[in-house]
């Protein structure tokens, strides 16, 4: 399949012109090598016009070589420098054009190609590379990057441009060829060409090699593939025009580019009727755009099973507000019939309610008793397999024909080391995914249910910086999620988006993935005393104030096309109301049932133009 192994030596500066990469490797460029084989004689050489001539060539060669790619942004020039520094400035022409060369290497063949004022491609040859010039025509087909170009074309140098790589031997756009082993940090030899199940696994060995490399997803496994330079500079500019849907990302020492063309896992498969899907940034449901507008009825399951007859009840209270989408705890301690009763009642009722299950909490005092303790890095490395793995497999096949699941949420606000952190959301999504997706009798494949990872946002411990974007660019991640506090924590004007919300919901739309804020709270009521209770605060605000705030809040949302918002705080019938002073009790036909289904109707397209009559 035209593999490559990558060699780890550092760069040598030529004194004749370069012509294999077993003599000339680079910093910049994969190291590349062809499989061992008998040594082929040195290819002919351009003869240089001048002894200045022969200077500029070794001066340019071990500058593109060697040159380390800290700015991706800055253009490296092609070809040969218009004046020799070391001669006085004087003009140098344009090195002679030898036709024959051949090359072992990829990276060395257009590094080489770099040297000369004109335009050439690299074409393949067997396992050897040669340069040749190309027609006009070539020329305009290689500038706009066909992809019905040649595969034996491997690379195109332009006079003014990087080398643009076109197609791998493998078919897959914009890369170089599959990388079969490297050389660890102690030395060792690892073995690459089985490649890695999960993408996490393939991206951190991307960044070790420290080098341009790209990530590419083929036949549900992530293999490596080397990068020439053009292509690189490219990819880790965000510019993946040239690149397959295949290539996931581009990685350079601890930096890496997102292709955002990449697909989430099974999103090229038929949904099913009933389904929720991501199509780009926006969320669709059978064949139309879909918001999420609800609020978060944490203690649903425990409804279910304490009080299944007021069950009807409560989830009548949220429809009347309104309310399409339902967030709710689905943690272990909850039996597993509690969450099919409530989509069973959802269905009898005629609701037409999508529920979003939280499969488990990284607060200890909202998971007890089941969690005695916050969870840490030890938990997200290994204790996790212990209870919460079996939980999520076996509701996750026990329900993964469920209509009324619009997605599984993986944790409620999960924080820690963000290495650990991601690997945890990558075998838990690629899990989840797995089951969905294992063979139901004769039937087609079909599309998965959508996956959260449920983080309260980019200023949680392990997320700062772009290691939020880094978080959610997990192919079987298709849904990126924050919650909305800001109001209360850093003062934001409601009618604002403020600069929090605005960097979560930029780091969605770069990765072209929907954004939901699965919480949203407004300013306190009161303290941290529940309502009710003895010697508590003051009120410092009234449900029907804190709705109209967030009545305001919500229209933002819309301008900005966030995906879906739920609130917290509102309880139906006074269940579990919250402690940390925003929960309030709702019932049909109240005042603040009537200022909930206006704060929705907010968020909907197109914007309403006069206030709805409730749902009865």
Known sequence: MGAIELDKKAGATPQDPPVDAATHDSD??????????????????????????QKTWAKRFTEVQNAPPTDPGAAIAPGPSPTDPDSTHAPVAPLNFVEGQTFSSLNVATATAKLYAQDLWVMRVGDKYTLTRPIKAQVAAARSLAASADQNL????????????????????????RLLSCMDAGGQSCDLSAG????????EMAQQLGRPTAVVAVEGRYYLYSLVTGSARRGLTHDFASFDNRVASVACATQTAFNPSFPTVGSGLPVRPGFAAARGDKLILDGKPYTMIGLNCYS??????????????????????????????????????????????????????????????HWAAMEAPVSRFDKNDA????????????????????????????????????????KTLRHFADVISSRIVAIEQEPRGSGPATRPHLVSLGTLGGNQNGMAGGLYQRLYCLPNISIVTAHDYTIESEGQDPAEL????????????????????????????????????????PDKYTPEQVLEILRVRFGVYHQHGIAGALLWGPQPLGYAQDGDGFGFTFAPGDVDTQLMHDTFAALLPPPPAATGAMRE
């Open 196 to 203: 890695f199940s999960l993408y996490d696994d393939a991206d």
């Open 300 to 361: 649903l399951a425990n409804v279910a099973v304490d009080h299944p007859e007021q069950l009807d009840d409560v989830l009548k209270a949220i429809y009347a507000t309104g309310a399409n989408t339902v967030r709710f705890w689905a943690f272990s301690a909850c039996p597993l019939e509690s969450y099919e009763k409530i989509f069973a009642a959802s269905r009898r009722l005629g609701l037409g309610l999508k529920f979003i299950p939280v499969l488990g909490n």
């Open 498 to 537: 403020g600069p929090t919300m605005t960097r979560d919901f930029q780091a969605a739309e770069d990765l072209r993935k929907p954004f939901f804020l699965g919480e949203v709270g407004g300013p306190k009521l009161r303290g941290s005393w529940v309502q009710g209770t003895p010697n508590e605060p």
């Open 154 to 177: 491997a690379a195109v140098v332009l006079a003014n441009d990087d080398a643009l790589n076109v197609s791998s031997r493998d078919g897959i756009r914009g890369v170089g060829e």
């Open 28 to 53: 910049e460029l994969i190291h590349a090598r062809a499989p061992a084989a008998a040594p082929a004689p040195a290819p002919a050489a351009p003869t240089p016009d001048t002894a200045a001539q």
């Open 379 to 418: 938990w997200y490395t290994s204790g996790y397999t212990k209870d919460y793995l079996p939980h999520v497999e076996s509701t996750v096949r026990a329900l993964r024909d469920e209509p009324d699941i619009l997605s599984w949420e993986i944790m409620n606000e999960p924080e820690g080391d963000h």
